[in-house]
């Protein structure tokens, strides 16, 4: 058996003959990276015609019958598997479904067919419905080889290279890079110089580039899902303000902090206290740096007056000005939201500084994200250390990882 099994269910098993023989997935088949099993309901069914179908109450063509569905499922082994009903009623297949399911081992599909299924096996069998599309085909066949087509992929092994599959488009929530193949020149068209050059490093930037290029052109949607870090060309860095109580102890919360923007894909913390003339931030970034060297360097640390010494600083290292995203406390007729903000620095290719706390000295041009944890109709608000974690989580795109 297989790494993942399919077992399919169809009126019309031969579709799938050719599909579980050839290509990549006929590979992974004769590798045993996947197996599969074609039910035919037919084989279930009673009577001399052996059928399948009668007519819908109330009218309106043929349906399915519930029982030759549910004899196959048996067979197929519900209790270790996840039932699959094609049906354009169903969740939208995308990228984040096939991951989701990618962990499964057993995989039953059901391929509809006429009008559709007797709902009491959809309730009785079912545990999730998938659609291809806002459309109809006729049967669940077609959706169902593209369901398994994109799982195999997730298979290790099946597609001969990890990195492949890593740059598929949607893997990390963007679009893939452009391709070219011999020759270097076809009919007037070269391909871009940098692809021949030799140089990995150079290739890899321009294939991130064009990735970010082409998502932002052809699907800007789909950014604000994704995970961009390995798109980020400058740096992020979080700027937090400190309470003017906050004196020498250095207190867990900044600890804990410290640890997730590191581990979340931050450059840099800096730590400020307006109101204090940057003693307590001083203060606590030296204390932070005796304790976190395990965690992550003292370097990442840094305390500031304000805003305008970290953008100085942080143009210094990248020669950009950065972007500067002040979160939380907001002018309503000046704010964008936080997906706009994370289009613009893909375009933009700056680094950016997102601002936390008490911003009295952020300056009027910087991009007010709003803030997801706050619900100013109760008054109501994440800790600063949640605030930080989701909207730091929902910029890069973490959790898609």
Not at 78 to 105: F, H
């Given at each position: ?6 077992s399919?269910?169809?009126a019309?098993p031969?579709y799938?003959e050719t599909f ?21 309901p037919r084989d279930?069914?009673e009577?001399?015609h ?7 109450y ?11 569905l549910?004899?196959?499922?048996d ?6 598997a996840?039932v699959?009903l094609m049906?354009?009623?169903?969740r939208?297949?995308?990228q ?23 709902e ?21 066949e077609?959706?169902a080889?593209?369901l ?7 298979v290790?092994g ?5 990195e ?8 990390r929530?963007?679009?893939?890079t ?7 020149e076809?009919?007037?068209k ?13 290739v890899?930037t321009?294939?991130r580039?064009?990735?970010?290029r ?14 961009v ?20 102890g250095?207190n ?8 997730d ?7 840099k913390?800096f ?15 030296k ?9 992550c360097a ?13 953008a100085?600083?942080v143009?210094?290292?990248?020669k ?9 406390f ?5 704010a ?5 903000a ?29 803030d ?6 109760q ?14 989580d929902?910029f ?6």
């Amino acid at each position: 058996m297989g790494l993942m099994k399919f077992s399919v269910i169809s009126a019309f098993p031969e579709y799938f003959e050719t599909f579980f023989n050839a290509s990549i997935i006929g590979k992974a088949v004769r590798r045993s990276l996947i197996s599969y099993e074609l039910l035919n309901p037919r084989d279930f069914a009673e009577g001399p015609h052996r059928q399948i179908d009668d007519y819908a109450y109330g009218g309106g063509g043929m349906v399915m019958m519930a029982e030759p569905l549910a004899r196959a499922v048996d067979v197929a082994g519900k209790s270790d598997a996840k039932v699959i009903l094609m049906s354009p009623q169903g969740r939208k297949m995308d990228q984040g479904l096939v991951e989701e399911l990618s962990v499964c081992d057993h995989i039953i599909l059901v391929c509809g067919h006429y009008e559709g299924i007797d709902e009491r096996f959809v309730e009785s069998f079912v545990d999730m419905e998938v659609s291809l599309g806002d459309f109809v085909l006729t049967g669940g066949e077609i959706p169902a080889m593209a369901l398994m087509d994109a799982l195999s992929r997730r298979v290790p092994g099946v597609v001969g290279k990890d990195e492949a599959v890593r740059e598929d488009s949607f893997f990390r929530g963007m679009l893939d890079t452009p391709h070219y193949t011999r020759p270097p020149e076809w009919r007037g068209k070269k391909v871009p110089e940098v692809l021949l050059s030799g140089n990995h490093g150079a290739v890899e930037t321009w294939r991130r580039k064009e990735a970010v290029r082409r998502t932002l052109e052809r699907r800007p949607d789909i950014v604000e899902d994704a995970d961009v870090r390995p798109y980020l060309q400058k740096n992020v860095c979080v700027l937090l303000y400190l309470e003017p109580f906050e004196k020498t102890g250095c207190n867990t919360r900044l600890t804990e902090i410290a640890r997730d923007m590191r581990v979340m894909g931050c450059s840099k913390l800096f730590l400020a206290s307006v109101e204090d003339g940057g003693k307590t931030a001083t203060e606590q970034v030296k204390k932070l740096k005796e304790i976190l060297p395990g965690i992550c360097a003292p370097s990442f640390l840094k305390s500031v007056k304000g805003i305008e010494e970290a953008a100085e600083w942080v143009c210094r290292k990248e020669k950009l000005e950065p972007i500067v995203i002040d979160v939380g406390f907001f002018s309503k007729d000046r704010a964008t939201d936080l997906k706009r903000a994370k289009r613009k620095v893909l375009e933009d290719e700056r680094p950016v500084i997102f601002t936390f706390g008490r911003p009295n000295d952020v300056p009027e041009a910087a991009h007010q994200g709003k803030d997801p944890c706050k619900k100013e109709e109760q008054g109501e608000f994440l800790s600063l250390h949640g605030s930080l974690t989701v909207v730091l989580d929902r910029f890069f795109g973490f959790c898609r990882c």
